[in-house]
């Protein structure tokens, strides 16, 4: 019996690790302006968008508060739209012209960075502080 307890105690208690509500929080400075809005993509680790969000900008910072997470693996893309038209302006060449980033702060070199380096684990409630490129 006292076996039996024990049992239902660890089920309980790795349930509630699995069924966890995490919070990710994001701060993302650096930017030129408060102009227009900063577009975010949160990816699951197998490249899977799990929600899109659009921040204002103040102070040239943008901050997002995502909830309802599940421990595992994510990544974030973002970019700064300037003039308002919900794409990522570039120049002829393909540089972008308005300010991006991911996750971990990487950059790429020529293109973006290996979608594993913007990888992050979130175990427990989350801040992440990020610097947008221009």
């Known amino acids: 019996m006292k076996r039996f307890f024990i049992l ?3 089920l309980i208690l790795s349930s509630n690790w699995v069924f966890a509500q995490l919070t990710l929080e994001i701060e993302i400075t650096g930017l030129h302006n408060n102009t227009g809005n900063l577009m975010l993509q949160l990816f699951d680790e197998k490249e899977l968008v799990i ?5 204002s ?4 910072m943008s901050s997002f508060s995502i909830h309802n997470l599940k421990p595992g693996k994510y990544a974030i893309r973002y970019y700064h739209d300037e ?6 302006e570039t120049n002829a060449l393909g540089k ?6 991911f996750s ?3 950059i790429g070199k020529f293109g973006p960075p290996p ?3 913007w990888i992050f684990e979130l175990k427990e409630d989350k801040k992440l502080q990020l610097k947008i490129t221009y």
């Not at 003039?83 to 990522?88: A, S």
């Not at 972008?96 to 980033?101: A, D, L, N, Q």
């Open 51 to 55: 929600t899109q969000e659009i921040g």
């Open 96 to 101: 972008p012209t308005e300010g991006y980033g």
């Open 104 to 106: 971990n702060n990487v």
């Open 83 to 88: 003039n308002l038209n919900g794409k990522m």
């Open 57 to 60: 900008i103040k102070d040239k």
């Open 8 to 10: 239902i105690a660890c």
């Open 115 to 117: 979608f594993e380096k």
